[in-house]
Antibody, heavy 117, light 110 residues
Framework: QVQLQESGPGLVKPSETLSLTCTVSGGSFSTYYWSWVRQPPGKGLEWIGN???????NYNPSLKSRVTISVDMTKNQFSLKLTSMTAADTAMYYCARDYIIGGMDVWGQGTTVTVSS | QSVLTQPPSASGTPGQRVTISCSGS????????VNWYQQLPGTAPKLLIYSNNQRPSGVPDRFSGSKSGTSASLAISGLQSEDEADYYC???????????FGGGTQLTVL
């Protein structure tokens, strides 16, 4: 049974860079797309981006200039970096296994990120 | 403002059948299949329906999905109190080159 677990700081200062990691356990890491999705408090879901095969990335155009997703195959982890954080980036951040057309079938529990000085 | 349009709320009594609509465009629902997610309070989303009408293992057959043109629907029959949750539709968007979501529908079981 594949499980995902997000980790990272819960509090980030404005203008700083957010770094989150998602650890994949219990299954194969390769041959899947891995996505990041966020959900501001009381609002809906927003796709941030995904990575496939360690090198192929796709980003939401609205965030593309600030986002980097990378993979560490040796640790079965993929990571999110989001620069120039503002209060609008305050959200629950989820990582998920993504079948693209078939949807995201496994999700992490999510990690809350607050942007505040 | 979400790319896919859902009603913000829906409700029903136990045992009833409720439907939740999702409207999109030719670049998303019109060209690609639709997935539905259930998000219980305080938890991560769960894939409920994929590829328009397929249920992952473990999802009761009370849940069903359909698609026509640029719209899709989720139907829940035999409504139960544990179905009270937020429901999101999603589809790949050929312009965005990524998935887009609806704004979510909060289902209340009266």
């Amino acid at each position: 049974q594949v499980q995902l677990q997000e980790s990272g700081p819960g509090l980030v200062k404005p203008s700083e860079t957010l770094s989150l990691t998602c650890t994949v356990s219990g299954g194969s890491f390769s041959t899947y797309y891995w996505s990041w999705v966020r959900q501001p408090p009381g609002k809906g879901l927003e796709w941030i981006g995904n990575i496939y095969d360690s090198v192929t990335t796709n980003y939401n155009p609205s965030l593309k200039s600030r986002v980097t997703i990378s993979v560490d195959m040796t640790k079965n982890q993929f990571s999110l970096k989001l620069t120039s954080m503002t209060a609008a980036d305050t959200a629950m951040y989820y990582c998920a296994r993504d079948y693209i057309i078939g949807g995201m079938d496994v999700w992490g529990q999510g990690t809350t990120v607050t942007v505040s000085s | 403002q979400s790319v896919l349009t859902q009603p913000p709320s829906a409700s029903g009594t136990p045992g009833q059948r409720v439907t939740i609509s999702c409207s999109g465009s030719t670049s998303n629902i019109g060209s690609n299949s639709v997935n539905w997610y259930q998000q219980l309070p305080g938890t991560a989303p769960k894939l409920l329906i994929y590829s328009n009408n397929q249920r992952p293992s473990g999802v009761p057959d009370r849940f069903s999905g359909s698609k026509s043109g640029t719209s899709a629907s989720l139907a829940i029959s035999g409504l139960q109190s544990e179905d009270e949750a937020d429901y999101y539709c999603a589809a790949w968007d050929d312009s965005l080159l990524g998935p887009v979501f609806g704004g979510g529908t909060q289902l209340t079981v009266l």
